[in-house]
């Protein structure tokens, strides 16, 4: 773990991809200067598996962990951060874009963006010693979130970008085409392109083509797609390929609407076109400032300043040539990575705003590495200490950090235990939410101390006592009341979840005195849960707990939250109300909850046992297996096992007669925000259905289909891909059912399953003979429970109605629709940047109200992304519109006569007018 006088600074990093395959900002960002500098001899670098760092099997030495953007999320982030203040490694962020601000979190949520990676990203930004960022305006958005902000700007790496090839003489074309690289965040970007480009000539009527590369997986008849290859993704490929076919384009554009996080970003669209040899035209934004100044053509914002802006370029080659050669000239001379004669080892900490910035940014001064370790290394000498710091109930940074940040302030007095006693008072009926938060308590030693004083002051005979991080609806509160009434238990906990339908807590009861307490069912299903609406355990060890002041005689006082209440609890049969429901992701089990036992002989911890507890939710215990140690290497070496512990893991096992388990998973994200995704709908109409006939279904998202406490538990996986990959479960049968994006979907992916099924035929079909498994064809459908005929709603009536996301782009039906004169109405998001807002019924129709509404219109429109159609996937709209009596109009796709006439195909606006006559 120690590091010897006067070697290199070693750095650890993580970003998104494997070695060799990262995205294009890890590489510009990240990958390239890592690699420049080691080609330098300035530092040594890993790339870091998280996993293995957050559990401690990384023995490396790190001075700094570099982290790019939102590369770890979630308790990964948190295991990477206690690692990394463990073994006093500095910890560095890497930003690019604001992800940060709540109008960026608001735009990419809306573009389906996981909410989880974004409070990562402000969870790290609060925690880094030093965030990174590429523009000074960035900078002063990431200022109300971080404490340190260091500004470094893009840079490129001239082994992949060598610079434009010499000037051939201008060839006479029959056309002029203009290239726009970006990627699929950029898809609001192009959008501003259409009245530019649509029918765009010269002046002597040669047509001006532009030409899409990434962006959009969509066709649109006013521009043409460079498709990308397979093996040209990562960055490195990436670029070779464009400079290969940098001869076909004329100039390059970077538009940019005008949102805020846009004026964060970067020029490295500039960047890139320059050292293609191309002359930039680009949004007259903050982003591109000062670059007019190199030979890009800066244009202000409207269809008309663009059109006659790219008109007169492509008019006047010889400009564009002079302006590409100015930019490449400023490009190669401030904006690429240096070499060794201009960057030695004396520059590198210079504080230039090149790699010397970079370099000082990501290590420490050396003093301040020598302190750093010295700590690190009595941390690991003393873990006692380490697990003080980093599992006591001291206060920690909440999950996702408020931009205003409270001033430090020193405590009036010096912390102190405190106690509670309250035996004599009396108290009327009734309960008191208690919130501890002990960095508002400074005379507090601990949280108990903190929790004692604030219930010291409780009139009511109940208080429900919860950390400040716990998450506990109003309601809440009651529940616990009412189950504490009725049981006479003088403890009563609710329900812990992890938001995303997991159980981190329903009670705990012990199984060895050589462990901590088991936490019941946790990384489980709700489904999981037996029908009661109580549980008696035998300790709670979560953060937030109903006592009972009459019967109460305080926390001991110098412990954090779990430990406290788990002292508080033993053996005292507390109960868990199943009904009401909290969220603390962060809560575990801390391996000091061992002490709660102290002074109870284990008669006493007995009851209830595992065994019974978990057999009223229908499994049997088939025995305890102990957890691995911790940095076991480390302690054999130092003969230090006092801070070590080994938690009890129960295997559990169906009862025999229990019915097939199934588990049915899809993309979606957990909570409210999958509530706006088909996909959870169609997950719980098939949960639904299986349980009609006897299953036990339990409905998975992406975020809880890794359940390492239960999912050896399913027989059968049905993974409804769509967007996002669900990796298969090797416990289980794994059928995976492909019901959209078929191009996103390799012969690799399918040879994880034992059965696939696809929603389009044509696809089936091609790709059963590409891999081993069975691909059969399977449409998707509908429930009738939710989508079938009745009575119209004149609240929900329309004439045309169409329901869906804009996907960013003018979905050709809505644009077919407006063309035809159709009295149109729209619910979903993103449309006020194409239609008439006034035409936009809602941002979201409930899924309870869509069947009605598709009876209640006289037209449903229906289309299809263009891979999906090629492939003959037909959209579960169809089905469901169908379904609840409506006449469709849609798109033409193979397959649309199952519908017996209901669904009318239409190829343009003509065929509209036909196919939706009034």
């Known amino acids: 773990m120690s590091r010897r006088s006067g070697a290199r600074a070693h750095l650890g990093y993580i970003v998104h991809g494997a070695s060799g395959a990262h995205p294009a900002s890890a590489e510009v960002r990240v990958v390239r200067r890592i690699a420049h500098a080691q080609s330098l001899g300035l530092l040594t670098a890993t790339l870091i598996d998280p996993v293995r760092y957050a559990v401690g099997d990384d023995l490396n030495h790190y001075d700094s962990v570099l982290v790019q953007g939102d590369a770890v999320t979630g308790e990964l982030l948190e295991g990477v951060i206690a690692r990394a203040r463990q073994r006093g490694a500095r910890l560095v962020l890497d930003l690019d874009d604001d992800v940060l601000t709540e109008e960026a979190r608001a735009r990419l949520l809306a573009q389906e963006y996981d909410v989880a990676r974004l409070d990562a990203v402000r969870r790290l930004a609060a925690e880094a010693d030093v965030v990174i960022v590429s523009t000074d305006r960035l900078a002063a958005t990431v200022s109300d979130f971080a404490r340190s902000i260091v500004v470094v ?87 070779a390929w464009l400079h290969a076919h940098r001869d076909r384009w004329a100039f390059g554009v970077a538009p940019l609407a005008d949102v805020g996080a846009n004026a964060s970003k970067s020029d490295l669209r500039f960047l890139e076109y320059s050292m293609l040899g191309l002359a930039t035209v680009a949004s007259d934004s903050p982003a591109y400032s000062g670059t007019g100044e190199h030979g890009a053509l800066l244009v202000p914002s409207g269809a008309d300043a663009w059109r006659t802006a790219i008109v007169a370029l492509a008019d006047d080659a010889d400009d564009a040539r002079r302006r590409a050669l100015a930019a490449a000239s400023y490009v190669r001379r401030e904006r690429m990575l240096g070499d060794a004669g201009s960057l030695g080892a004396g520059a590198w900490g210079a504080g230039s705003w090149g790699a010397g910035a970079w370099g000082a940014a990501v290590l420490r001064p050396r003093a301040e590495q020598v302190s750093r370790v010295r700590r690190a290394a009595a941390l690991v000498r003393h873990p006692s200490r380490v697990l003080g710091r980093l599992r006591s109930g001291a206060p920690t940074a909440p999950a996702i950090p408020s931009p205003q940040r409270r001033p430090q302030t020193e405590p009036p007095v010096s912390p102190a235990p405190i106690g509670f006693d309250g035996a004599t008072r009396d108290r009327r009926a009734g ?36 950390d400040a991080e716990v998450d506990a609806p109003a309601d809440v509160d009651d529940t616990l009341r009412r189950v504490a009434e009725e049981s006479g238990a003088a403890f009563v906990q609710p329900l812990v979840t992890d938001g995303s339908g997991l159980v981190v807590d329903a009670g705990s009861v012990f199984v060895s005195r050589a462990a901590p307490p088991v936490r019941v069912l946790a990384e489980h299903p709700l489904s999981d849960l037996p029908p009661a609406d109580r549980l008696t355990v035998g300790v709670v060890t979560s953060r937030c707990v109903l006592v009972d002041l009459d019967a109460f005689a305080g926390f001991d006082p110098g412990y954090g939250a779990e430990e406290g209440i788990a002292r508080a609890t033993a053996a005292r049969a507390p109960v868990v109300a199943l009904g009401a429901h909290v969220v603390d992701a962060r809560s575990r089990v801390p391996s000091a909850a061992r002490s709660a036992w102290r002074g109870h002989p284990t008669d006493a911890l007995a009851s209830p046992t595992l065994e019974s507890v978990v057999a009223r939710s229908g499994f049997r215990l088939e025995g305890v297996r102990g957890s691995a140690v911790p940095e076991l290497r480390e302690r054999i070496m130092g003969n230090d096992f006092l801070g070590a512990t080994r938690f009890a893991e129960p295997l559990l096992a169906a009862r025999q007669e229990a019915p097939r388990r199934w588990s049915i998973r899809s993309g979606a994200p957990s909570g409210e925000a999958g509530r706006v995704w088909g996909d959870t709908y169609f997950a719980e109409d098939l949960a639904s259905a299986l349980r009609a006939r006897g299953e036990q279904v339990t409905v998975d998202t ?30 289980a049968f794994n059928i995976l059912w492909v019901i959209s994006h078929p191009e996103m979907v390799g012969a690799d992916e399918l040879e994880c399953y034992d059965l696939v099924y696809a929603a389009g035929a044509a696809w089936a079909g091609r790709m059963s003979e590409q891999v081993s498994v069975p691909v059969l064809p399977l449409l998707q459908a509908t429930s009738p429970e939710r989508f079938h005929p009745g009575p119209e709603d004149a609240s929900l009536a329309s004439d045309v109605l169409f329901v869906g996301k804009t996907r960013n782009v003018y979905r050709p039906i809505v644009r077919d629709a407006l063309a035809a004169g159709a009295d149109l109405s729209v619910y979903g998001d993103g449309w006020e940047q194409f239609i008439d807002p006034a035409l936009v019924r809602g941002q979201f129709l409930a899924n309870d109200d869509v069947s009605a509404a598709y009876r209640s219109a006289r037209i449903v429109l229906n289309d299809h992304w263009e891979d999906m159609r090629a492939e003959g996937f037909l959209a579960n709209r169809l089905f469901d519109a169908v379904a609840s009596g409506a006449r469709v109009v849609s798109d033409d796709i193979e397959g649309l006569e199952i519908f017996g006439g209901a669904v009318r195909p239409y190829s343009g606006q003509a065929d509209l007018r036909a196919a939706a006559p009034r």
């Open 153 to 239: 700007q893009n840079e490129l790496d001239p082994r992949l970008w060598p610079g434009p090839a010499p000037a051939e003489p201008a060839r006479e074309l029959a056309e002029t085409r203009v290239v726009y690289v970006g990627s699929t965040t950029h898809a609001v970007d192009l959008a501003l392109l259409r009245p530019v480009f649509d029918g765009l000539t010269d002046s002597r009527g040669r047509p001006i083509v532009l030409e899409v590369v990434g962006v959009t997986g969509a066709d649109e008849p006013w521009f043409s797609r460079l498709e990308i290859p397979a093996g040209a993704h990562p960055y490195p490929a990436f670029a």
């Open 431 to 466: 309960v008191t939410r208690v919130v501890v938060d002990p960095g508002r308590f400074p005379a507090a030693d601990s949280w108990t101390s903190a929790a004692n004083a604030l219930i010291g002051e409780v009139e009511t005979r109940y208080a429900v006592v919860l």
């Open 702 to 731: 992406r975020d809880s289909a890794y359940r390492a406490g239960s999912d050896h538990l399913d027989d059968v996986t049905v993974t409804l891909r769509g967007l996002h990959i669900v990796p298969p479960n090797p416990a």
